[in-house]
């Protein structure tokens, strides 16, 4: 039998043991701290997504214009443009220089959730998937990209990309008759119903998600091969950029017949079609496989810097967030 005082230590430890609130959580044992938070990731990704997407936007905004209208440019008599040049110097030319931003107000109020959603929603199942060294999987990478792409679709990019193509649209027209963006958003709720504002749903979602999937699969792919075996390498803002754009580059070629397709469905003329598998059967009958690669060559410029500078600005708010917000 044990002396008392070695019994009374030994049942002192089992009841520590016992209760202990570590006890089910072993990455808690393991390393002495909870697991990180994804709420807190999340978070951080919300605001500096929100504060990034409302900076990007108001810098690449004219290409994002002149793409639209090439998209919706038509063949035979009703053709407006010769191209980027001539679409320009028309827009210019009848509208002045901010003809070219026709529409921004509208991507300004859509890009800030956007983004805000989309690396909030990336943030947040990243730390959910990742392994205990914060590293994903190739199919992590997809996984996580194409969900923030579902999100950011749902959320803020169907009825703001909506909206803006129909305000683009109605500039074309011989007597526009949207006098602002509260009126313009008024007269199509009017005309549509709130479903007017969710035209082309599923072409989006299609678009967002393959693009988030390309984009963060190549931009997180790149980053681990020039960290190599230092998960903790800082990689220079500048590299990031060039990361960025040659995600965005992969987006283009992967996603712009379904871009094109998204932005007919979305069009002031989107009643003639039925659904997105008829929008694309028409434009391949009446105009050739060439029209699914409508615009590409701004949407190429646009979404390459676009990306760039997005992924810039977004990691160097997260790297500030990190510094003073700690989890």
């Known amino acids: 039998m044990l002396p008392v005082y070695l019994q009374y230590e030994m049942d002192r430890q089992n009841l520590v043991t016992f209760l202990s609130p570590y006890k089910s959580r072993p990455w808690m044992i393991n390393s002495g701290a909870a697991a990180p938070s994804g709420g807190s990731k999340g978070l951080k990704g919300i605001i500096a997504g929100g504060i990034t997407g409302g900076i990007e936007i108001c810098i690449t905004y004219p290409t994002e214009y002149v793409k639209t209208q090439l998209q919706l440019d038509e063949k035979g008599a009703n053709k407006k443009y010769n191209g980027i040049a001539d679409c320009v110097k028309k827009t210019v030319a009848t509208n002045g220089f901010f003809g070219l931003y026709r529409g921004l107000s509208v991507l300004l109020y859509g890009s800030i959730p956007k983004s805000a959603a989309r690396f909030g929603a990336f943030e947040f199942m990243k730390t959910h998937v990742s392994d205990s060294k914060g590293q994903l999987t190739a199919g992590g990478k997809l996984f996580c990209g194409l969900g923030a ?55 989006t979602i299609l678009k ?43 987006s283009v070629f992967g996603n712009t017949p379904l871009d094109v397709v998204k932005t007919r469905m979305q069009g002031l003329e989107a009643a003639k079609y039925k659904n997105t598998a008829d929008c694309a059967m028409q434009i391949l009958k009446n105009e050739g496989l060439p029209a699914f690669y409508k615009g590409t060559v701004p ?8 990306v760039a500078i997005t992924f810039m600005i977004y990691d160097s708010f997260m790297d500030l967030f990190n510094k003073v917000w700690k989890d």
Do not use: W
Not at 299 to 306: F, H, K, Q, S
């Open 149 to 203: 792409g579902v999100c950011e679709a749902v959320l803020a990019v169907t009825p703001m990309e909506t909206i803006k193509v129909k305000f683009i649209n109605d500039l074309r027209s011989p007597n526009p008759k949207f006098k602002g963006f509260a009126h313009g958003v008024g007269q199509i709720i009017k005309a549509d119903g709130i479903s007017g504002i969710y035209k082309g749903l599923t072409p």
């Open 208 to 250: 967002q998600g393959s693009n988030q999937a390309i984009r963060f699969f190549v931009v997180e792919s790149l980053r681990d091969l020039y960290k190599g075996d230092d998960i903790n390498k800082p990689v220079p803002k500048l590299v990031v950029g060039v990361f960025g754009a040659i995600a965005g580059a992969a």
């Open 299 to 306: 949407r190429l410029g646009r979404v390459c810097l676009d």
